[in-house]
């Protein structure tokens, strides 16, 4: 019988998912990622909706959902206020329902036709004409027609996949997907179902299900699912670690007197109590036959630079080559001219390349990197190019490595091999650094085969960044602020989110990007406001050369303001830099927020971090300076971002094209990913045919994104 919401042709009931597509319908399957039986059995509803009973009219409450059948008593078009299909239904007791359709084509017309015994489900809405239902589900019926035996679920979708073909698609999917049990009896939690039946009762459950606890994923089958994803993520990551145990790496142990200890000996400070720990902590990675594989991460200005030269000092005392990549060219810029500082009184030769070197000077840089001349490699992705050749790459250092896409992080892994060493080929070390800390529950699921290093204290003498927040109606306020920190000798940031105007209407979030201040009209602003202060701009576009100018003259102090998009959100250290005012705050991330609050307080003078945000502010944006406002650790700002946007923002895993976790919640599953964490050792130990299964089931391909 016909069915409002089935005007696409009928799925194919045998294999919808494997089958050429040959409809507009098929075709959308296919762009959701939906091609095969297992994809479509673990594609679950957004929610669901009871089509199990039917209600009288008279005990329908307004504003609710509410099905109910009745015989059409009147079917017309009218043509005021506009042109709609207007219905009238009486349902067994007598009562009255309209029907309004303002989009319709002549099948409701023949299906609503006086006499016509129908079956609606919509929203029940007071009318002028008494209730009603606009636009509800409908389909024609005899009387004593069953009800459904499930409540229906309705499934994430897109353009051109009405929820009829889907939900016929997903269960014959669900009917041929191989869900037999792979994990060894008594391993799965007490009081989770199988996955067939977790599975099936999440497409169909039953009319009695507690709909909160399938809203909220607390029920035993959204448990079992968690369960089941988050094992075969552990499973995946500690047997990357297995096998990277099984690799060669040279061994590089730390010499007393060598490079390490003369670098330290002329540095003008002392290392923190975190920063030597650290160093030892990676000093006894290098020192093993086994590739290092470790994360050190520590807050703005924790001194993660000075520890990754000291440690590629280890390296090179032993003639090993090391190359640092950074994700933009000014970071890479900064740390090349820090290392250069430290490095070339001690007779290092320090090689630098980005994608905007080239001619000559990159080719003589290329000469002495094959050459084994230049031990130290600083630059941007270009270190990874093909004509990169390195003489004896023993340590490889990945600056802000989240910035990084995941698939570029595994390119990385790949390129950045030592070249072979008596017939043995020999994998470089690897150490990523990050100021965005990582939460414990993130680090136990992406990062399970690192090995964590945390600087936890800042160096002494630096002073606490106050963060203010004003709407940008106050800008004049922060102007004249910006004119007394100039009048002390202080100078000031100003970031913007965008450069210039943009054709466009609109951005990503919905806001017009006209309301957006750009960095150039900025600048002029600021020039007009403060005369006889030199202004600076600072953006992506311009030239390499250019940026690099630009920030010169503002590291001399030759500029007093600094107005920039987020080219400076990282690796610009500049301590007579004591204001940073951040245009449209609500804007930025968390992270990034913190990120370029911490390019003020990196000196003695006491700084502030300014907000300005535009209204109206949703409540995302309120969260994110809320939590700017409160606190400056990083740490607690890092646990305060995975709550807000997720784990797969947080870890830059949209970048590789596909969430990590679809279904698991680290912010509430932690005791499943302890439970699976104990399981999957065992699972590698005892039953390894049972942990290859579980793992191709669950991650296929993208388990080699879980190990970048």
Same mark, same amino acid.
């Given at each position: 019988?016909?069915?409002?919401?089935a005007?696409?042709?009928?799925?194919?009931?045998?294999?919808?998912?494997?089958d050429?597509? /040959?409809?507009?319908?098929?075709?959308?399957?296919?762009?959701?990622?939906?091609?095969?039986?297992?994809?479509?059995?673990?594609?679950?509803?957004?929610?669901?909706?009871?089509e199990?009973?039917?209600?009288?009219?008279?005990? $329908?409450?307004?504003?609710?959902?509410?099905?109910?059948?009745?015989?059409?008593?009147?079917?017309?078009?009218?043509?005021?206020?506009?042109?709609?299909?207007?219905?009238?239904?009486?349902?067994?007791?007598?009562?009255?329902?309209?029907?309004?359709?303002?989009?319709?084509?002549?099948?409701?017309?023949?299906?609503?036709?006086?006499?016509?015994?129908?079956?609606?489900?919509?929203?029940?809405?007071?009318?002028?004409?008494?209730?009603?239902?606009?636009?509800?589900?409908?389909?024609?019926?005899?009387?004593?027609?069953?009800?459904?035996?499930?409540?229906?679920?309705?499934?994430?979708?897109t353009?051109?996949?009405?929820?009829?073909? !889907?939900?016929?698609?997903?269960?014959?999917?669900?009917?041929?997907?191989?869900?037999?049990?792979?994990?060894?009896?008594?391993?799965v939690?007490?009081?989770?179902?199988?996955?067939?039946?977790?599975?099936?009762?999440?497409?169909?459950?039953?009319?009695?299900?507690?709909?909160?606890?399938?809203?909220?994923?607390?029920?035993?089958a959204?448990?079992?699912?968690?369960?089941?994803?988050?094992?075969?993520?552990?499973?995946?990551?500690?047997?990357?670690?297995?096998?990277?145990?099984?690799?060669?790496?040279?061994?590089?142990?730390?010499?007393?007197?060598?490079?390490?200890?003369?670098?330290?000996?002329?540095l003008?400070?002392?290392?923190?109590?975190?920063?030597?720990?650290?160093?030892?902590?990676?000093?006894?990675?290098?020192?093993?036959?086994?590739?290092?594989?470790?994360?050190?991460?520590?807050?703005?200005?924790?001194?993660?630079?000075?520890?990754?030269?000291?440690?590629?000092?280890?390296?090179?005392?032993?003639?090993?080559?090391?190359?640092?990549?950074?994700?933009?060219?000014?970071?890479?810029?900064?740390?090349?001219?820090?290392?250069?500082?430290?490095?070339?009184?001690?007779?290092?030769?320090?090689?630098?390349?980005?994608?905007?070197?080239?001619?000559?000077?990159?080719?003589?840089?290329?000469?002495?990197?094959?050459?084994?001349?230049?031990?130290?490699?600083? $630059?941007?992705?270009?270190v990874?190019?093909?004509?990169?050749?390195?003489?004896?790459?023993?340590?490889?250092?990945?600056?802000?490595?989240?910035?990084?896409?995941?698939?570029?992080?595994?390119?990385?892994?790949?390129?950045?091999?030592?070249?072979?060493?008596?017939?043995?080929?020999?994998?470089?070390?690897?150490?990523?650094?990050?100021?965005?800390?990582?939460?414990?529950?993130?680090?136990?699921t992406?990062?399970?085969? !690192?090995?964590?290093?945390?600087?936890?204290?800042?160096?002494?003498?630096?002073?606490?960044?106050?963060?203010?927040?004003?709407?940008?109606?106050?800008?004049?306020?922060?102007?004249?602020?910006?004119?007394?920190?100039?009048?002390? $000798?202080?100078?000031?940031?100003?970031?913007?989110?965008?450069?210039?105007?943009?054709?466009?209407?609109?951005?990503?979030?919905?806001?017009?990007?006209?309301?957006?201040?750009?960095?150039?009209?900025t600048?002029?602003?600021?020039?007009?406001?403060?005369?006889?202060?030199e202004?600076?701009?600072?953006?992506?576009?311009?030239?390499?050369?250019?940026?690099?100018?630009?920030?010169?003259?503002?590291?001399?102090?030759?500029?007093?303001?600094?107005?920039?998009?987020?080219?400076?959100?990282?690796?610009?250290?500049?301590?007579?830099?004591?204001?940073m005012?951040?245009?449209?705050?609500?804007?930025?991330?968390?992270?990034?927020?913190?990120?370029?609050?911490?390019?003020?307080?990196?000196?003695?003078?006491?700084?502030?971090?300014?907000?300005l945000?535009?209204?109206?502010?949703?409540?995302?944006?309120?969260?994110?300076?809320k939590?700017?406002?409160?606190?400056?650790?990083?740490?607690?700002?890092?646990?305060?971002?995975l709550?807000?946007? $997720?784990?797969?923002?947080?870890?830059?895993?949209?970048?590789?094209?596909?969430?990590? !976790?679809?279904f698991?919640?680290?912010?509430?599953?932690?005791?499943?990913?302890?439970?699976? /964490?104990?399981?999957?050792?065992?699972?590698?130990?005892?039953?390894?045919?049972?942990?290859?299964?579980?793992?191709?089931?669950?991650?296929?391909?993208?388990?080699?994104?879980?190990?970048?």
């Open positions: 019988m016909p069915d409002a919401r005007a696409a042709p009928p799925a194919p009931a045998a294999a919808p998912a494997t050429k597509p /040959r409809s507009g319908p098929a075709r959308a399957l296919e762009r959701l990622g939906l091609t095969t039986p297992l994809a479509l059995a673990l594609h679950l509803p957004l929610r669901y909706e009871d199990t009973r039917l209600t009288p009219l008279r005990e $329908g409450r307004l504003g609710l959902p509410l099905q109910t059948e009745g015989v059409v008593t009147e079917c017309k078009v009218e043509l005021r206020p506009r042109r709609q299909l207007v219905v009238r239904l009486q349902d067994d007791a007598g009562d009255e329902l309209v029907l309004r359709f303002i989009h319709f084509y002549p099948s409701h017309q023949k299906t609503l036709a006086p006499g016509a015994r129908v079956r609606v489900r919509g929203e029940l809405r007071g009318g002028f004409f008494g209730r009603e239902m606009v636009h509800p589900t409908f389909k024609a019926v005899q009387d004593g027609t069953p009800l459904a035996a499930s409540l229906t679920p309705v499934y994430p979708s353009a051109q996949l009405p929820q009829a073909y !889907l939900r016929k698609a997903v269960a014959a999917g669900l009917a041929r997907a191989p869900l037999d049990e792979v994990l060894p009896a008594g391993s939690p007490a009081g989770l179902p199988t996955l067939r039946d977790a599975l099936h009762f999440l497409h169909h459950p039953p009319p009695k299900a507690q709909l909160a606890t399938l809203e909220d994923h607390s029920h035993p959204w448990q079992r699912l968690k369960f089941e994803e988050l094992l075969a993520q552990q499973l995946s990551q500690m047997q990357s670690r297995r096998e990277r145990a099984l690799l060669a790496a040279p061994a590089l142990p730390a010499r007393p007197g060598g490079l390490h200890e003369r670098l330290l000996a002329q003008p400070w002392g290392l923190t109590r975190a920063q030597h720990r650290v160093c030892e902590e990676i000093a006894t990675d290098l020192a093993q036959p086994q590739p290092m594989h470790r994360l050190l991460q520590g807050d703005v200005g924790a001194g993660k630079t000075v520890v990754a030269a000291l440690c590629a000092a280890i390296a090179m005392d032993q003639g090993w080559q090391c190359a640092l990549m950074a994700p933009t060219e000014i970071l890479a810029e900064q740390h090349f001219a820090k290392l250069v500082q430290w490095l070339a009184p001690l007779g290092i030769t320090v090689a630098w390349l980005t994608g905007s070197r080239k001619g000559k000077a990159r080719q003589a840089m290329l000469a002495k990197v094959a050459s084994g001349e230049a031990l130290l490699v600083v $630059g941007t992705h270009a990874i190019q093909d004509d990169v050749v390195f003489a004896r790459l023993g340590l490889a250092i990945v600056d802000e490595q989240h910035r990084f896409g995941v698939a570029q992080r595994l390119e990385l892994r790949r390129k950045l091999r030592a070249q072979t060493d008596d017939g043995r080929p020999l994998e470089p070390h690897l150490l990523m650094m990050s100021a965005t800390p990582i939460p414990r529950t993130l680090a136990m992406y990062y399970a085969d !690192l090995e964590v290093s945390t600087i936890d204290e800042l160096p002494p003498g630096r002073t606490p960044i106050v963060t203010k927040v004003f709407a940008d109606s106050r800008r004049h306020e922060v102007m004249e602020r910006i004119g007394e920190e100039v009048a002390r $000798g202080r100078q000031v940031y100003w970031v913007c989110p965008l450069i210039e105007e943009s054709e466009n209407d609109d951005d990503s979030r919905g806001t017009p990007l006209s309301e957006l201040s750009n960095a150039t009209a600048r002029e602003d600021l020039a007009q406001a403060l005369p006889g202060v202004v600076g701009l600072l953006h992506g576009r311009m030239p390499p050369a250019e940026k690099a100018a630009v920030m010169a003259c503002f590291s001399a102090g030759e500029l007093q303001v600094l107005v920039a998009t987020t080219v400076i959100e990282v690796g610009v250290d500049v301590p007579n830099a004591s204001l005012v951040i245009e449209h705050a609500e804007r930025f991330g968390l992270a990034q927020l913190h990120q370029l609050r911490g390019r003020v307080g990196r000196g003695s003078v006491a700084s502030v971090c300014v907000l945000y535009g209204t109206p502010l949703s409540d995302t944006g309120k969260q994110r300076l939590a700017m406002v409160e606190t400056t650790d990083g740490f607690e700002i890092a646990r305060r971002d709550e807000i946007r $997720g784990p797969g923002e947080f870890m830059g895993a949209r970048q590789s094209g596909d969430a990590l !976790l679809r698991a919640d680290l912010a509430e599953d932690a005791p499943l990913l302890a439970r699976a /964490r104990g399981l999957a050792s065992q699972l590698l130990d005892r039953h390894p045919a049972a942990a290859r299964a579980q793992v191709a089931r669950w991650l296929g391909p993208r388990a080699e994104f879980l190990k970048a």
